[in-house]
C-alpha cells in the first residue's frame, strides 16, 4: 500500500474562510454519525483534557460538595462524558451539563447510554445565562477557531457571566483548541492517514488547522483577564478565573455592548469544534434591549431592597453597640484583627516558596512569605529549567523573561572511553515552553522576587526567623523572631506552608518524619568558560572512575559536576579541572568561580500535610541534584498547591479532600522522581571490566527509538 504524500498548505495566515463538509446541513449522514463515533478516539490523543482534569479541575473537586461544569458546544458529548467518567472514578461530585442547539449532534449525544451526573440539553449559552444559572467550571473544546472576531468576543463574555462570582464559589473557564502550525498538520494528516474511514474526521480535521489560531494571535484578540498558554502537542489553553474585581454583572455586559453570543458546536476532529453558520448568532437588538430593559427594572428593584436593608442594618448595629458591654466590644475588635490576617503564609523564600506565593497572589489570595535570609543567596546551584516548571512560570507571567536569560539545551550526548555512545534530542518546537533551559538560580530567584513585588508589596519580610508553629484548628499560629536580635512577633495566618528547605525547622517542628530512602554518593562542581566543543548540549562522561557531566550556561560559560569517591571540602576550581582531565581528556580553562562540593541525600516526609500546614520543596522531599529534579519537582508541587489552597480557602468543607489529593499525588511524584534519580547515579557510578561493557551496551539501547523517546521525556519530567 502506497502512503499518499501530503501537500503542506501555507499556513501563514489563518483560513477563517475554509468550509469543512460537517458545515454541510445535507452532508452524508452515514460519515456523520461515523465522525461523532470516532471523536472519542481522536480526543484521547489529541485534546489533551485527561491533563486538564488532572491539573486544573480534579484538584477543586469535593466527594462531598457538589461542583458543576459546563461544556459549551459539546458535539457528540465524548469530552463531556469523560470528564463526568474521571469524577466519578475518583470519587468526586461533579454534576455535568453539556450544551449544543444542533438537533444531530443533541440526537446522537442522548442516543448513547445515560450516565449518572451528566445532562445534555438542547440550548445556548445565552440561555443559561437567561435562566440565571452559573457554574464551577466552563469548558470548550476546539470550537474557538470557528469563530471571528466579534463572535469570539461573545462567548468569552457569555463564559465571563456563566463562571462569575455565585453563591458558593468563583469559576474559571477553560478553552481548549489546535494551535495552526505545520508540525499540526502533518503530523495529523499523516496519523489519520489509515484511519476513520467512513467519515470526516481527516478532512475536517485538516481544515480546522487551517482555521486555528497561533498562540500570539489568539493573544492579540482576547480581552484582558484572558490567558492564553501553549500544550504539548500543538495546543492552545484560553483561561480566565474569576475574582471579585473580575466577575461581569449583566448590567456590564449590557453597557459595554457585547452582544450573548449563541455557540453550537458539532465536534469535527481533531477534537471536535462548531459549526458556525447556525452555532454562532448574536441576539437581536430587540432582543438585547427587551432583556437589558428587564434586568435595569430588577436592578433598580433589587437596590431599593438592599437599601432598606442597610438601613435597618445600620439601626440594629447601633442599638447593639450602645447595649454590649466593654467585654463584647474588645472580643468584635479582636475578630476583627484577626479577619485581617493573610490567608496563607509561606515560610522559606527561596525559588520555590516565592513561586507559590507569585502562584497565589495571581489567584487574589492574601500571602505573605517569611525569609530567614536578609539578602537571597548568590549562589547559582540548580540551573537546569524543564518544562512542566516553564508552565508554572507562565502562569506567574515571567516565563519570557526567564527565557530570555537564559540558554536551550537543544539534547545530550554520552561518551565514555572518547567514544560516543548515543544522543538524544529534546523536543524542537517553536513554543518555548517546551524547551529544557539553563539558567544559574540566583538569576531565577531574582525574577521570582522582583515578579512578586509586583503582585504583592511589601509581602515579602527577609530576616525574620520561625520559631514555633502552632495549628489551632481554624488558622495557624506562627512565632517569630528577627534574625539576629531579639525582637519577638506571632503572626497567624488560615494555612501556613513551610518551603524552608532539606532542614526544614516547620516540619520538625510538626514532628513530621522524613525518612532517608538512599544517598551518600558525593560530587565537585564548578562552572568554567565554555571551550564550544558542545553547544547547546548537555554531556554525560560515563568513566570507569565516576560519571562527569556538563552543561551549558548563559554568557559563554559551562557547569561542570564529578563524582568523586569521597567528600573533597578544600578542593579547588584546579583540582576539578585536573579530576576532570583525567578521566575525559577534556581540558578546561582557568576560572575565577570556587569548586562547591556536596553530598547527595534523598528522603521523602512521612506526610505533606499535618492540618492546616503544608509542606513544598525540598521540606517535603529531597531529591538528588544529578539531573536537575530538585528545582523543578518543588516547582510543580507549587503549580498543584497553589489552586488546591484557593480551594481549600473558598470552601471548607473541601478542604481535608483537596489537600489529601495533594498530598497522595506529589508524594507519588516524588517517589518517581527519587527512584529515577537513583537510576541516574547507578548509571554515572565508577564501573570496571564486564560491567562497564554492559552499561555502555544498555546506554547504546536506550539512545535508540523509541527508547530514546521515552528516556528524553523522562528527563524533561513530563510524567511528573
Excluded at 480535521?205 to 494571535?217: K, M, V
Excluded at 492564553?228 to 478565573?241: A, C, D, F, I, K
Excluded at 522582583?450 to 514555633?468: D, I, M, N, Q
Excluded at 541525600?601 to 512521612?606: P, S, T, V, Y
Aim: glycine fraction near 10%; charged fraction near 25%.
Amino acid at each position: 500500500m502506497r502512503i499518499p504524500s501530503l501537500r503542506i498548505p501555507s499556513l501563514r495566515r489563518r483560513a477563517s474562510d475554509a468550509v469543512e463538509f460537517m458545515d454541510d446541513p445535507d452532508c452524508d449522514p452515514d460519515k456523520l454519525a461515523g465522525t461523532y463515533a470516532n471523536f472519542r478516539f481522536v480526543n484521547a490523543a489529541v485534546s489533551g483534557w485527561r491533563g486538564m482534569y488532572r491539573r486544573e479541575i480534579r484538584p477543586v473537586l469535593s466527594p462531598t460538595r457538589d461542583s458543576t461544569l459546563l461544556d459549551v458546544g459539546c458535539g457528540g458529548g465524548d469530552v463531556a462524558r469523560a470528564l463526568a467518567r474521571w469524577a466519578a472514578r475518583d470519587g468526586l461530585r461533579l454534576q455535568v451539563t453539556a450544551i449544543d442547539p444542533d438537533a444531530r449532534a443533541h440526537a446522537y449525544s442522548t442516543s448513547l447510554p445515560p450516565m449518572p451526573r451528566l445532562t445534555f440539553r438542547r440550548a445556548l449559552s445565552s440561555d443559561l445565562i437567561a435562566e440565571g444559572l452559573r457554574f464551577d467550571f466552563v469548558v470548550s473544546n476546539h470550537v474557538l477557531h470557528h469563530l471571528t472576531g466579534e463572535q469570539l468576543g461573545g462567548l468569552l463574555a457569555d463564559s465571563e457571566l456563566l463562571a462569575g462570582l455565585g453563591l458558593k464559589s468563583a469559576g474559571r473557564v477553560l478553552h481548549a483548541d489546535i494551535e495552526r502550525s505545520r508540525f499540526a498538520y502533518l503530523g495529523f494528516g499523516l496519523g489519520t492517514w489509515p484511519l476513520f474511514r467512513g467519515s470526516f474526521i481527516r478532512d475536517d480535521g485538516l481544515t480546522s488547522i487551517r482555521r486555528s489560531f497561533t498562540a500570539p494571535e489568539l493573544r492579540a484578540v482576547v480581552p484582558p483577564g484572558w490567558q492564553v498558554t501553549r500544550e504539548h502537542p500543538s495546543r492552545l489553553v484560553l483561561r480566565w478565573v474569576a475574582s471579585a474585581g473580575s466577575v461581569p454583572t449583566k448590567k456590564d455586559s449590557a453597557e459595554t455592548g457585547s452582544a450573548s453570543v449563541s455557540v453550537s458546536v458539532e465536534r469535527d476532529s481533531p477534537g471536535g469544534h462548531s459549526r458556525p453558520e447556525r452555532a454562532l448568532s448574536s441576539h437581536s437588538g430587540e432582543q438585547a434591549r427587551r432583556r437589558q430593559g428587564r434586568e435595569q427594572t430588577q436592578e433598580r428593584s433589587q437596590s431599593q431592597s438592599q437599601s432598606q436593608e442597610q438601613e435597618q442594618e445600620q439601626a440594629q448595629s447601633q442599638a447593639q453597640e450602645r447595649s454590649q458591654p466593654q467585654g463584647q466590644a474588645q472580643s468584635q475588635a479582636q475578630s476583627q484583627a484577626q479577619e485581617k490576617m493573610p490567608d496563607v503564609i509561606v515560610v522559606g523564600g527561596g525559588p520555590v516558596g516565592i513561586l507559590l506565593a507569585g502562584l497565589l497572589a495571581v489567584r487574589g489570595v492574601d500571602v505573605e512569605v517569611l525569609e530567614q535570609r536578609v539578602e537571597p543567596s548568590l549562589r547559582s546551584r540548580a540551573i537546569g529549567i524543564h518544562p512542566p516548571s516553564l508552565r508554572a512560570l507562565e502562569q506567574l507571567g515571567v516565563a519570557g523573561q526567564v527565557i530570555g536569560r537564559a540558554v536551550r539545551i537543544r539534547g545530550g550526548v554520552v561518551r565514555s572511553d572518547g567514544r560516543t555512545l548515543g544522543r538524544m534530542a529534546f523536543t524542537e518546537s517553536a513554543d518555548r515552553t517546551q524547551s529544557v533551559i539553563s539558567l544559574p538560580q540566583s538569576e531565577t530567584e531574582a525574577v521570582l522576587r522582583a515578579r512578586f513585588a509586583e503582585l504583592a508589596p511589601g509581602r515579602l519580610r527577609g530576616g525574620v526567623t520561625v520559631t514555633g508553629v502552632c495549628d489551632l484548628g481554624d488558622r495557624v499560629s506562627v512565632d517569630t523572631v528577627r534574625t539576629g536580635g531579639t525582637t519577638a512577633q506571632t503572626l497567624e495566618a488560615r494555612y501556613v506552608v513551610a518551603a524552608d528547605g532539606a532542614r526544614s525547622l516547620v516540619r520538625d517542628l510538626l514532628g513530621i518524619r522524613s525518612a532517608a530512602r538512599t544517598g551518600g554518593e558525593t560530587y565537585l562542581m564548578c562552572d568554567y568558560p565554555d571551550t564550544g566543543e558542545y553547544p547547546g548540549e548537555a554531556v554525560l562522561f560515563f568513566e570507569r572512575g565516576g560519571v562527569v557531566e556538563s552543561f551549558p550556561l548563559p554568557r559563554g560559560r559551562r557547569r561542570w559536576v564529578a563524582m568523586t569517591p569521597t567528600l573533597m571540602t578544600d578542593a579547588t576550581s584546579e583540582d576539578l579541572a585536573m579530576l576532570i582531565r583525567a578521566r575525559t581528556g577534556v581540558y578546561l580553562p582557568p576560572t575565577t568561580a570556587g569548586a562547591s562540593a556536596f553530598s547527595v541525600q534523598q528522603r521523602l516526609a512521612a506526610r505533606l500535610v499535618a492540618g492546616r500546614v503544608v509542606l513544598i520543596g525540598d521540606a517535603a522531599h529531597q531529591i538528588s541534584p544529578i539531573g536537575g529534579q530538585g528545582m523543578n519537582l518543588g516547582w510543580l508541587d507549587a503549580l498543584q498547591l497553589a489552586p488546591a489552597l484557593q480551594q481549600a480557602l473558598r470552601d471548607p468543607a473541601a478542604a481535608a479532600s483537596v489537600l489529601g489529593h495533594y498530598d497522595r499525588r506529589r508524594r507519588r511524584s516524588a517517589r518517581m522522581a527519587a527512584r529515577q534519580a537513583g537510576f541516574n547515579m547507578a548509571m554515572g557510578g565508577p564501573v570496571q571490566g564486564l560491567r562497564l561493557r554492559l552499561r555502555n551496551g544498555l546506554v547504546r539501547t536506550l539512545a535508540v527509538p523509541p527508547a530514546s523517546a521515552v528516556l528524553a521525556r523522562a528527563f524533561t519530567m513530563r510524567w511528573l
